[in-house]
Each structure stands twice: as C-alpha cells, then as structure tokens.
T-cell receptor, first 115, second 113 residues
Framework: GAGVSQSPSNKVTEKGKDVELRCDPISGHTALYWYRQSLGQGLEFLIYFQGNSAPDKSGLPSDRFSAERTGGSVSTLTIQRTQQEDSAVYLC?????????????FGEGSRLTVL | RKEVEQDPGPFNVPEGATVAFNCTYS??????FFWYRQDCRKEPKLLMSVYSSGNEDGRFTAQLNRASQYISLLIRDSKLSDSATYLCVVNFAGYSSASKIIFGSGTRLSIRP
C-alpha cells in the first residue's frame, strides 16, 4: 500500500529490555513525526524530522529514547531499558512538507506493552 | 498550562442535533490550525484545516479567533457516524522553520439515535 507503515504492530516486552519501532513514511514525504498515545489520552509529541535531521527533539521523555532517520525515508524509534510507563501506542506520521500546510498521514501505530 | 487545551467531554447528543467544541492554544505565534478525527483504536485523520476567515465543509464549520487564541468546530445535523474523538491541532513553527505540531487531548462525541 501507499500509506505510512509501522512495525511491529504489537510488541510485548519485559521491563529493562530495549525495543526498536520502525516507521516507513509515504514515499516522497520529507517530514516525519513520532507521537505517543497512552490509553484514553491525547497524542504526546516526541520528535520531528525534516529530511534526516531532527530540528525538534524536545518531546523525547528521557535519554532512554532516541530516534533516527536515514535516506530521508525510514525512521526508527529506540527505547532503551524499557519501563512500564513506556507502555503506549507509538504513532508515526508523515507529510509532504513541514506541517504548516501539509496534512499529516498517520500509520496504524505500534502498541508497546512493557510487563 | 497545556499548549493546546480541549474539553474532554464526553458530549452525548441526539442524532440531528448541533454540537460545538472549542479549543484554546497558548502560543500566540502559532501559524496553522486543524481539526482531526480519531475513531476508537484507530489513527487520527484530518477532518479539516482552519482558516482565519473561517471555513465550512458540508455540515462542519471551523472558526479561528486569533485575538482570544481559540478555534472552534461546529457540527450541524449530527449523524451516528460522527461519533468519534475530535482532536484540535496547532502548528507552532519556530525560527528555524522547524515545525512542532501539537495535538490537544481530544473531545469525545457520542451521537445517540
């Protein structure tokens, strides 16, 4: 399909393990966003990429979280030493340009459960 | 204070009713505004952009009040299929042209037959 693809769709891990979440944006979209949504809550901004660079990392909750984007395409969000409070749905979105005018297209999310 | 605030609801209204939501934002330099819709356990999808002059799309009307820093969404002749969470979205564009798009926590709407 031509939409934003995220993997894995579901991940159950033990506290203290590292996890890697992947986002494959729509081809040609230069802007890529990561958000986190806990059950019944709104979307929490994590990080934004324009091309391969991340002008705004202000939303990353702690230094256990990191993200990168390569080739202006695929992005990975890595959470080290996972904690139970990291359990949430991690949503990735892409847009053709920076968000001023571009509609955000979301993937279906990666549901992370930390036991 | 949250950057974008919404009444969480739930709003429970009968089919055919008119319902309105407001959203306030804290950063006066905000540049663009949107309403997204999110169905249960689904990803958000764009409902409509919000323009300074106000805009309408069928039964949906969006308004922006920059002086008071709020935006609104009005739904007329509500349908059962309008039941969802409505997310207010604000773009805070910075000096470096970095674009921070902030979502409100959403207003839940439930339409009853």
């Amino acid at each position: 399909g031509a939409g934003v693809s995220q993997s894995p769709s579901n991940k159950v891990t033990e506290k203290g393990k590292d996890v890697e979440l992947r986002c494959d944006p729509i081809s040609g979209h230069t802007a890529l966003y990561w958000y986190r949504q806990s059950l019944g809550q709104g979307l929490e901004f994590l990080i934004y990429f324009q091309g391969n660079s991340a002008p705004d990392k202000s939303g990353l909750p702690s230094d256990r979280f990191s993200a990168e984007r390569t080739g202006g395409s695929v992005s990975t969000l890595t959470i080290q030493r996972t904690q139970q409070e990291d359990s949430a749905v991690y949503l990735c979105a892409s847009s053709l340009v920076g968000g001023n005018t571009g509609e955000l297209f979301f993937g279906e999310g990666s549901r992370l459960t930390v036991l | 204070r949250k950057e974008v605030e919404q009444d969480p609801g739930p709003f429970n209204v009968p089919e055919g009713a008119t319902v309105a939501f407001n959203c306030t934002y804290s950063n006066s330099a905000s540049q663009s505004f949107f309403w997204y819709r999110q169905d249960c356990r689904k990803e958000p999808k764009l409902l409509m952009s919000v323009y300074s002059s106000g805009n309408e799309d069928g039964r949906f009307t969006a308004q922006l009040n920059r002086a008071s820093q709020y935006i609104s969404l009005l739904i007329r002749d509500s349908k059962l299929s309008d039941s969802a969470t409505y997310l207010c979205v604000v773009n805070f564009a910075g000096y470096s042209s970095a674009s921070k798009i902030i979502f409100g926590s959403g207003t839940r709407l439930s339409i009853r037959p």
